[in-house]
């Protein structure tokens, strides 16, 4: 695949114009660079304005940014939006089965269809979960899995994200400042709503309470603190959902049963959505040191009186060597085929991958298995020679921690700047909810946009923007 040209989403230059990008082609053509240069002012200041700004570790001189914005929307049609809702679904429910089964039966090592050491050496293998079940099997309630494009047809899976994924308070967002700044264009598509987001996963959350009344279900959002990276977002879904934004400290457990301090006294609380991660939820079964998370939570989980979503030990289904058997556990668990490729990728751990990957690192990509926000990683061709030396080096002296990757011609959509609308490279995080009664997924998801010119990296910690999603109506050609 490396080497290959990016496919136009919009249509490459000098060919036709795809037919649905016919109206925003036209839009392009007639809206003058100033009015453009305007729109872009108005929603850099409109973010501004919102709050809405990401954390960046280790960057005290960048502390909070703003995700960059790009206001030409990305636009997926209808039936192609349909062959990805049904390969998520499908993709969603064979992970739920595998964490089902690795914490059950083992089914899938004792058919060997995966390696037993991958998942018993797991740093996301949780042995206090082992012959526990998820209420109602249900292990990610909300999972993000990214997807790349490279032709007409082809989507491909590069990424689960299974354990607390983020991003969705942009997709919501990107929607509303589009609405406002293009309302012209906006009119001219039928576009699928998102709006209704936080109501899909109140009810997927509701349905996994513990106790029967699900409709008085007290639901909370655990986040670590204002210092986070994602508070925003947190602060964002909890006002969306109508829910209580707490911290540890706001919890306590008694009996078996968590409860929430509030100002007229103890109330129970049913279902945590944690954005906190596992080794800190509760310092009496992993980090003694963690002020995070709730002591005597895990007891009140396992006793079945609390719903963690995403449940406990969901790591191990995001790594990204497991991710390499995905397709593998399609088949096992589901007997149907995968309806998505994933990326092929290469496993370090094995000598024949390890040999491989050390002979091409400047054509691959090399990523760290539990690696996440575009670090860890290394981009073989964009690499210099030293560059590749020494990852080789971290590479030799740790094989099981990489996975490699063949570079893709990520598909780019038309992006507006200073000196023109260009072609970027874009991937797509859609959010699939899983609760106890369906799978939902509202339409589109978020687009990341990698703004500089030539890159892959799309990730917003490493320069990377967004921009709104459309999944539309076909169109006949107008361009």
């Known amino acids: 695949m490396a080497g290959v040209q990016a496919f136009d989403e919009m249509g490459r230059t000098g060919e036709r114009t795809r037919a649905l990008y016919g109206k925003v082609a036209h839009w392009l053509k007639e809206t003058p660079p100033e009015l453009l240069a305007s729109r872009r002012a108005q929603a850099e200041y409109m973010f501004r304005r919102i709050g809405i700004t990401f954390g960046v570790y280790g960057d005290k001189d960048a502390a909070e940014r703003l995700i960059p914005f790009d206001i030409v929307p990305r636009l997926i049609s209808r039936a192609e939006w349909r062959k990805l809702e049904a390969g998520l679904t499908q993709r969603v429910r064979a992970l739920n089965l595998f964490l089902t089964d690795v914490y059950g039966d083992r089914k899938i090592l004792k058919e060997s269809i995966i390696p037993a050491e991958l998942i018993l050496r797991n740093p996301f293998y949780r042995p206090e979960m082992i012959g526990r079940r998820a209420p109602h099997d249900i292990w990610v309630h909300i999972a993000g899995i990214d997807i790349v494009r490279v032709d007409d047809e082809e989507f491909y899976v590069l990424e689960d994200n299974a354990r607390t994924p983020s991003g969705v308070s942009y997709m919501l967002e990107n929607r509303e400042v589009t609405m406002r700044l293009l309302p012209d264009l906006f009119a001219r598509h039928k576009v699928a709503p998102v709006d209704d987001y936080p109501d899909e996963l109140l009810a997927c959350l509701r349905s996994v309470a513990p106790r029967h009344d699900r409709g008085e279900a007290t639901i909370v959002i655990l986040t670590p603190g204002l210092y986070n990276s994602a508070y925003y977002e947190h602060s964002f879904l909890a006002d969306k959902l109508g829910v209580e934004l707490v911290e540890g400290r706001d919890l306590f457990v008694e009996d078996d049963q968590v409860f929430m301090r509030t100002t007229l006294g103890p109330r129970r609380v049913d279902v945590i959505y944690r954005r906190v ?118 590479i030799k002296a740790d094989p099981a921690n990489y996975i490699a990757q063949p570079t893709l011609a990520l598909s780019t959509c038309p992006s507006s700047f200073e000196a023109g609308v260009a072609p970027r490279h874009v991937d797509l995080r859609p959010f699939i909810l899983s609760g106890a009664d369906a799978v939902r997924i509202v339409p589109g998801g978020l687009t990341r946009v990698a703004l500089k010119e030539g890159s892959l990296v799309v990730n917003s910690s490493q320069g990377g923007g967004t921009k709104d999603t459309w999944v539309v109506d076909d169109f006949e050609d107008e361009a």
């Open 277 to 394: 991660d596992d080794e800190f939820l509760d310092p009496m079964v992993f980090n003694p040191e963690s002020v995070l998370g709730v002591p005597g939570l895990i007891g009140a989980y396992l006793a079945g009186n609390v719903t963690i979503a995403n449940a406990i030990g969901t790591g191990v289904a995001d790594d990204k060597a497991i991710y390499s058997y995905v397709p593998d556990l399609i088949r096992f668990y589901l007997s149907e085929e995968p309806l998505l490729k994933n990326v092929p990728t290469t496993r370090c751990r094995e000598p024949d991958g390890l040999k491989y990957v050390l002979e091409r690192l400047d054509e691959l990509v090399v990523k760290e298995v539990n690696g996440s926000g575009g670090y860890g990683m290394l981009v073989g061709p964009h690499a210099s020679a030293a560059q590749r030396e020494q990852f080789a080096a971290k």
